[in-house]
T-cell receptor
Framework: GAVVSQHPSRVICKSGTSVKIECRSL??????MFWYRQFPKQSLMLMAT?????????EQGVEKDKFLINHASLTLSTLTVTSAHPEDSSFYIC?????????FGPGTRLTVL | AQKITQTQPGMFVQEKEAVTLDCTYD???????LFWYKQPSSGEMIFLIY??????QNATEGRYSLNFQKARKSANLVISASQLGDSAMYFC??????????????FGTGTKLQVIP
């Protein structure tokens, strides 16, 4: 199946700093990518839909100024958590559709101290 | 209202036995797709099986099969001949509006499956 990569896999940062997470489709083009957040022992919650060449669509309750999304090319979407706080600590995972399937990256575990 | 409902927070199954994980969904869109994913403790989401709303036959992939009952809006996952490596969280998910382009996928709350030797 298609491969989606994420970088970094794990990041620890101080409160108030910004963190950028990259999501790449390695062997297919993705005009749409999705960003999810998963807190421990919970399900994946969709944060936003990233669209190549246009603005991202955010889910209700997700602050677009805090979670900046840039989909600059057909293979790369980035999520920047600005001014991160401890409550932003979570598992962030991206996905991209290909055909009928939805492929996920391996996830990024963010810990904000 | 919940789009995807998984009523079993946890399940146990004996190794080599079959197990059914329940999933019901709610949509008014005639075109939709249903997924099952496995998430081991490492966190990666592993695609298992897909069923389109217009598919006439139940989807099967190796030891995984999807019991699709459209009128009941259920899409249960059946794992045959359970293996110790099947112990993980399992998520049912749905994508609506398939024919209109890529729409978001929403997830159920998950079922933690533990396979007992």
């Amino acid at each position: 199946g298609a491969v989606v990569s994420q970088h970094p896999s794990r990041v620890i940062c101080k409160s108030g700093t910004s963190v950028k997470i990259e999501c790449r489709s390695l062997d297919f083009q993705a005009t749409t990518m999705f960003w999810y957040r998963q807190f421990p022992k919970q399900s994946l919650m969709l944060m936003a839909t990233s669209n190549e060449g246009s603005k991202a669509t955010y889910e209700q309750g997700v602050e677009k100024d805090k979670f900046l999304i840039n989909h600059a090319s057909l293979t790369l979407s980035t999520l920047t958590v600005t001014s991160a706080h401890p409550e932003d600590s979570s598992f962030y995972i991206c996905s991209a559709p290909e055909g009928n399937e939805q492929f996920f990256g391996p996830g990024t575990r963010l810990t904000v101290l | 209202a919940q789009k995807i409902t998984q009523t079993q927070p946890g399940m146990f199954v004996q190794e080599k036995e079959a197990v059914t994980l329940d999933c019901t969904y709610d949509t008014s869109d005639p075109s939709y797709g249903l997924f099952w994913y496995k998430q081991p403790s490492s966190g990666e989401m592993i695609f298992l099986i897909y069923q389109g709303s217009y598919d006439q036959q139940n989807a099967t992939e190796g030891r995984y099969s999807l019991n699709f009952q459209k009128a009941r809006k259920s899409a249960n996952l059946v794992i045959s001949a359970s293996q110790l490596g099947d112990s993980a969280m399992y998520f049912c998910a749905m994508r609506e509006g398939v024919s209109g382009g890529y729409q978001k996928v929403t997830f159920g709350t998950g079922t933690k499956l533990q396979v007992i030797p």
